[in-house]
């Protein structure tokens, strides 16, 4: 992954879908701008007749199989269906199909496309503890819904387990490879890995543990609109712990006094829709460690991306504090 989405490879992407739009219903005179690089190149594609907006996600190879993506946008498809969340509708292409293809840097990339929703990023400021209280109850319909949902046969998404994510097949890399890291800093990130891999295994994967979720739900991929949030973004949904969704929710901001405060607003949502036990009210803070922790390998291993030049070696200094506090409470 490491430079792949250099600026001369993304201006080849966007030039390359001008050719692509037709596909679905837009002028080759559209305009197509670049608005977001991370696991994949994301898009707007606006015709300057009409108006019409939508997006496009070009995915980077090695990562999704098509079954997989297709998944993504099958809950998706399920999930408006059922009215559960606002989100953007998946758009099919001119033959009816939901994926595109289209060659670049002498690979084929997979292309989908959605609605443009309206919105902007929630503020961190006073609002966004109320906007975690809605977050809860969005979060809980959407893993009601995976409880109950009879997904496809061909469904396929991937796991975010220990091993996934810290493990020995790693999806977004190996935290050994954090920028900036020293022998001391891994020693302690070392035991810290160890601990979870503990917890988790204690904690376990039953079915009202563990199940389909967004596994994304930070701030950048939510959309407020008037008194609407919106979710977007189901690229990384897949299989994990159902509290996993607030610690991703966090992402960034793990460190922040606010944190708890935030937590508290997401589980009070989140039990105006159904349960949540005590005891996984307790886990949620060892699960924000274990987001940070695994957003620490993220940022080694798309060092290209803005966010994670943006954090660069002080994010993992600040893991490595938070990984000393969580040792430091279970006496370790």
């Given amino acids: 992954m490491a430079g792949l989405y250099g600026d001369k490879f993304v201006e080849e992407l966007r030039q390359g879908l001008t050719g692509l739009v037709n596909r679905w219903g837009l002028p ?8 977001n690089v991370s696991e994949n190149a994301t898009f707007k594609a606006v015709d300057p007749d009409t108006g019409r907006q939508i997006i496009l996600r070009v995915h980077r190879p090695g990562y999704h199989r098509p079954d997989e993506i297709q998944s993504e946008l099958d809950w998706i498809l399920d999930l408006r269906w059922h009215g559960v969340v606002a989100t953007p509708k998946p758009l099919p292409i001119d033959d009816g199909s939901y994926i595109g293809s289209m060659f670049a840097a002498g690979d084929v990339r997979k292309v989908v496309a959605f609605e443009f929703m309206t919105g902007v990023e929630p503020e961190q400021n006073a609002g966004i503890v109320a906007g975690f209280r809605e977050l809860g109850a969005i ?22 387990t220990y091993e996934t994510m810290l493990g020995g097949a790693p999806l977004w890399g190996d935290w050994r490879d954090a920028l900036g890291l020293t022998s001391d800093g891994k020693a302690i990130l070392e035991r810290a890995s160890l601990e979870l891999q503990k917890f988790l295994a204690a904690y376990g994967e039953g079915p009202e543990r563990f199940g389909l979720i967004h596994a994304d739900l930070r701030l950048a991929n939510l959309l407020v609109d008037g ?23 966090v992402s960034f901001i793990e460190h922040e006094p606010i ?32 987001r940070r922790f695994l957003l620490t390998a993220w940022v080694a291993s798309h060092a290209e991306t803005p966010t994670a030049q943006a954090l660069g070696a002080p994010f993992t200094a600040g893991t490595i504090e938070l990984a000393d506090a969580f040792l430091s409470k279970i006496g370790n």
């Fill in 139 to 160: 979060s809980a319909r959407l893993h009601r819904h995976a409880r109950t949902w009879q997904r496809p046969d061909s469904f396929r998404r991937k796991a975010w």
């Fill in 28 to 35: 080759a005179s559209c305009t197509v701008q670049t608005l």
């Fill in 259 to 290: 944190v708890p405060e935030l937590q508290s607003a997401w589980v009070e949502g989140y039990r105006t829709v159904q349960q949540l036990s005590e005891d996984d009210v307790a886990a949620i803070p060892t699960f924000v460690f274990l």
């Fill in 227 to 249: 008194g609407r949030l919106g979710v977007i973004d189901f690229d990384d949904c897949g299989f994990s712990w159902f509290v996993y969704d607030f610690a991703s929710a």
